[in-house]
């Protein structure tokens, strides 16, 4: 029996597809293709190895920095265009970083994580395309020693505003924001183009700028409520 032949099912359709694809292809944009893909394959299995993240995929245009403060669990999928990054320094400044991300979380087109302190990402989680995640601020607005508008803001130092706690199983959409202190709990879904700055309770949903409360799971009727 051949090589081919004695693979596993699964692999053995994802082989057939992608020389389908290059074969139906003309030579040179195959070949080409054919680059850019054990580009990926090989960028992959380098970041895998570096975070101790098995079966990691990680998409073009992909910025992963502060590699020695990041966590990753198993099964993780990026599509393209992630930022992710650990701050240890920024001018006169360092931090401590810690950013935890468990196994099967998917990260849709260019969403970016950027962390001073502590993020926290559970298991199972969707993040949907263009999303933003931070525990910090350019600049201090609250309290003493707060920033100058005369300043420019890459120029002001980073202020620390709280961790971001994920739980298992959330859905994030596109373009939400979300700013720490905050905790969205297992199994909540944040609509589209929403900001969070409040916790959100498990099993819940919410949508807007300030994001409100719109449904609840009701576990004895297995439906989503209207609040």
Request: some cysteine; glycine content about 8%; aromatic content about 8%.
């Amino acid at each position: 029996m051949s090589e081919l032949g004695q693979l596993p099912p699964v692999k053995q359709g994802k082989l057939a597809r992608r020389i389908k694809q290059f074969t139906s292809e003309p030579l040179p944009w195959a070949l080409y293709m054919l680059a850019v893909w054990a580009f990926a394959k090989f960028r992959s299995r380098m970041y895998a190895s570096l975070l101790k993240a098995p079966h990691l995929n990680v998409g073009p245009r992909c910025s992963i920095r502060g590699t020695e403060c990041i966590t990753m669990g198993r099964d993780i999928s990026i599509y393209g265009g992630l930022w992710l990054e650990a701050v240890q320094h920024y001018r006169q400044q360092s931090f401590s970083p810690k950013i935890i991300i468990g196994d099967n979380v998917s990260f849709s087109l260019d969403v970016h994580i950027t962390c001073i302190e502590r993020i926290e990402i559970g298991n199972g989680v969707l993040f949907g395309s263009r999303v933003h995640v931070s525990d910090h601020n350019h600049g201090r607005y609250v309290g003493s020693d707060q920033s100058h508008p005369q300043q420019a803001p890459a120029e002001r130092e980073l202020a620390a505003r709280g961790p971001v706690i994920i739980e298992d199983n959330v859905w994030i959409g596109d373009n939400v924001i979300i700013l720490g202190p905050v905790r969205i709990g297992t199994g909540a879904v944040v609509g589209a183009n929403s900001v969070i700055s409040t916790d959100v309770p498990a099993a819940s949903m919410v949508v807007g700028a300030p994001a409100k409360l719109v449904k609840k799971f009701d576990d004895e009727l297995n439906v989503w409520k209207k609040v």
